[in-house]
């Protein structure tokens, strides 16, 4: 199913792209940036789309497949790292609470994208759309444009990288590094951090809300 179509759709209806602006590379960019921090109840692009929402995970693989319908060949990057105090500066007490009793684990998502596909060898930027633009005004490091060859700063401390494979499940190649990885307990305290990073930002960095329908 095209993607673009179906964002351009989601993002008129929502007031977030003018009627008949083209959708380029920084403008998808853009659009996908500024979803709301939060899961949606399914990881594929068009649930992301249609919930105008998503993490690491879901807005980097509705991204990848917006650039690729672009022309653009991409790398999706899995990398392991942790949350310390020292890192997010930016957290708030409930978040700085939880991170007092030691790092907390993830696997974040970015890509890597062959932003000019006509040059051989290829030029590769690392893109990362993880932080709406709003949250900047909180301390997290959104980015703000897209610029072609210019990589863009990671929502991570990186400890190991991971290519993922085309041929498998984006979400079951996650999930198999954090079981591999972290303990049961790490993972619960993932979790726990997770859910609550997203209702504050979700509090503070409130997206477009859909129109009423009806």
């Not at 209806?13 to 003018?18: E, K």
């Not at 890597?112 to 993880?130: C, G, S, Y």
């Not at 990589?151 to 041929?167: G, I, T």
Request: charged letters at 25%; one cysteine or more.
């Amino acid at each position: 199913m095209p993607l673009i179509p179906l964002l351009r759709a989601e993002a008129e209806r929502r007031a977030v792209l003018a009627p008949g602006e083209a959708i380029d590379a920084a403008r998808a960019f853009a659009l996908v940036r500024d979803l709301t921090y939060q899961r949606a109840s399914a990881s594929d692009p068009e649930t992301t789309i249609r919930e105008w929402r998503g993490t690491c995970s879901g807005k980097h693989h509705l991204l990848q497949a917006l650039f690729e319908e672009l022309g653009y060949r991409t790398i999706l990057i899995a990398a392991t790292h942790r949350f310390t105090l020292e890192n997010t500066p930016w957290a708030p007490p409930e978040l700085r609470a939880l991170l007092a009793a030691g790092p907390v684990p993830d696997v974040h998502d970015f890509l890597r994208l062959q932003h000019d596909p006509q040059v051989e060898p290829p030029r590769w930027m690392t893109v990362d759309a993880t932080w709406p633009l709003g949250a900047h005004v909180l301390g997290l490091p959104a980015n703000e444009r897209f610029e072609p060859g210019r990589d863009m700063a990671v929502a991570a401390d990186v400890d190991e990288l991971f290519h993922v494979p085309r041929d498998v499940d984006q979400q079951q190649f996650k999930q198999r590094i954090i079981e591999r990885e972290f303990g049961a307990a790490e993972v619960e305290r993932r979790e726990r951090f997770l859910a609550a990073l997203s209702r504050w930002l979700v509090e503070r960095v409130p997206g477009p809300a859909a129109p009423a329908t009806g």
